[in-house]
């Protein structure tokens, strides 16, 4: 059974860091691209960032690009995400997503398995 | 401002046929393939259907999903009680340098 658990989230100030990780379990982890996609309260889905099997292929959304770095760890079967320079409006539940394929940018990728998701809430 | 544009709210009645719609452009839905995704309220986002039309094991032959040009539809017959959940299309968009592009969500109600 595919399961993605998120971890890290939590209360910090505004401009301040925080590292969220992702334990995968139940495939084969470094044969698929993973992504990161946020849902602030209240709102709709957001995809923040996503990173090929092999870290080779990385991509941002503008509203994080400079901020915050993906990277996974394939021998640990985990994906991180460090956020700095945090705002109010990167107040979000935090989603771990498992793509279908190998590579971060395959349009005929979707996401097929998602966690439950962390917490961050960005306030003073 | 989502860059899919979605209708915020849809509803019908046990056993009817609802549609969802799912607007963008030639750099998002008119060049790849759009997804659905369902989201019961207080869990997770589940995948619907995946490159335009193909249902994930798993998923009742009731959903169905479709494109056309710039647009797509998500379509929900035989409704049931349990399919009220919020819904959202997604899809590569292949401007500036590449991203996933949600829509900003339906509301589906079951009256």
């Known amino acids: 059974e595919v399961q993605l658990v998120e971890s890290g989230g939590g209360l910090v100030q505004p401009g301040r860091s925080l590292r969220l990780s992702c334990a995968a379990s139940?495939?084969?982890?470094?044969?698929?691209?993973m992504h990161w996609v946020r849902q602030a309260p209240g709102k709709g889905l957001e995809w923040v960032s996503g990173?090929?099997?092999?870290?080779?292929?990385?991509g941002y959304a503008d509203s994080v690009k400079g901020r915050f770095t993906i990277s996974r760890d394939n021998a640990k079967n985990s994906l991180y995400l460090q956020m700095n320079s945090l705002r109010a409006e990167d107040t979000a539940l935090y989603y771990c997503a498992k793509a279908m394929g190998l590579d971060y940018g395959d349009p005929s990728s979707g996401f097929d398995y998602w966690g439950q998701g962390t917490l961050v809430t960005v306030s003073s | 401002q989502s860059v899919l544009t979605q209708p915020p709210s849809a509803s019908g009645t046990p056993g009817q046929r609802v549609t969802i719609s799912c607007s963008g452009s030639s750099s998002n839905i008119g060049s790849n393939y759009v997804y659905w995704y369902q989201q019961l309220p207080g869990t997770a986002p589940k995948l619907l259907i995946y490159?335009?039309?193909q249902r994930p094991s798993g998923v009742p032959d009731r959903f169905s999903g479709s494109k056309s040009g710039t647009s797509a539809s998500l379509a929900i017959s035989g409704l049931r009680s349990e399919d009220e959940a919020d819904y959202y299309c997604?899809?590569?968009?292949?401007?500036?340098?590449?991203?996933?592009?949600f829509g900003g969500g339906t509301k589906l109600t079951v009256l």
């Open positions: 490159r335009n039309n």
């Open positions: 997604a899809a590569w968009d292949d401007s500036l340098s590449g991203r996933v592009v």
């Open positions: 990173i090929s099997w092999n870290s080779g292929s990385i």
């Open positions: 139940g495939f084969t982890f470094d044969d698929y691209a």
